[in-house]
């Protein structure tokens, strides 16, 4: 399975984003990652590019939301129903209530929302929903 990951916006956590990197690569998947830095158009490019199976953004320093509202916007100008769309990490800001973090960024068009959980244990449940959708 391919997997397109990266850091999105203006977050620069490599090291974070280099485990991630290599957890995937471990577990069998063939990741094309794109860096820090990212926006999210370049993420949609590189899905439609490579052929993704699962597309997963992560954010350390907090700020997604502001970069990824427009997913479901940039989802509905391709077929891409076959894509899990996945992000993780640290996604709140301040004292966000953290029940409310997975609805919205759901609202926001992504499949899985994973805030502050265990790479391992994200990566688990992303396996384990791609074994329902099979």
């Known amino acids: 399975m ?6 999105v916006g203006n977050d620069i956590h490599v090291v974070a984003n280099r ?8 577990r069998g998947f063939e990741v094309f990652n794109l860096g820090v830095n990212t926006y ?3 993420f949609m490019d590189a899905v439609i590019e490579t052929d993704a199976d699962v597309l997963l953004i992560s954010s350390l320093n907090g700020e997604a939301e502001g970069w990824c509202r427009d997913l479901s916007l940039i989802k509905s100008q391709y077929d891409l129903s076959k894509v899990v769309f996945m992000i993780g990490g640290n996604l709140g800001v301040g004292e966000m209530d953290a029940e409310e973090i997975g609805p919205r960024y759901r609202a926001y068009g992504f499949d899985l929302v994973f805030h502050q959980i265990d790479l391992n244990e994200g990566l688990d449940m992303l396996e384990a929903h791609l074994k329902e959708r099979r």
């Open 2 to 7: 391919k997997v397109v990951t990266g850091v």
């Open 19 to 26: 485990l991630i990197d290599i957890s995937l690569q471990e």
């Open 40 to 42: 999210l158009e370049e």
